[in-house]
Nanobody
Framework: QVQLVESGGGLVQPGGSLRLSCAAS????????MGWFRQAPGKVRELVAA???????NYADFVKGRFTISRDNAKNTVTLQMNSLKPEDTAVYYC????????????????WGQGTQVTVSS
């Protein structure tokens, strides 16, 4: 049982930066793999970045070099730093948790936050 709450979304101009945060409840947070997904209107949800309980990271090709995922187990938080934002990054971004924490297994991300809107425009 994990509860996740995202924050930090908003409107930003192309080339700008935004930092998303995810606050997680649960004493076993450090054992989970964590991920950020996004979904644009009419499109499927896709993995953006993920981090294992050991700190290994994986990124979608379309964000490599621009986005950075990190976690702070002491604070039960996961962060997605987004730089050089593009209009195509516009989507609802979701924080997700996987109890299978040693590696990234997409189908095991069973816990989800409510999402936060990121809009890149102007």
């Amino acid at each position: 049982q994990v509860q996740l709450v995202e924050s930090g979304g908003g409107l930003v101009q192309p080339g700008g930066s935004l930092r998303l945060s995810c606050a997680a409840s649960g004493r076993t947070f450090s054992s989970y793999a964590m991920g950020w997904f996004r979904q644009a209107p009419g499109k499927v949800r896709e993995l953006v970045a993920a981090i294992t309980n050991g700190g290994s990271t994986n990124y979608a090709d379309f964000v490599k070099g621009r986005f950075t995922i990190s976690r702070d187990n002491a604070k039960n938080t996961v962060t997605l730093q987004m730089n050089s934002l593009k209009p195509e990054d516009t989507a609802v971004y979701y924080c997700a948790a996987s109890p299978y924490g040693h590696t990234i297994v997409v189908i095991r991300f069973d816990y989800w936050g409510q999402g936060t809107q990121v809009t890149v425009s102007s």
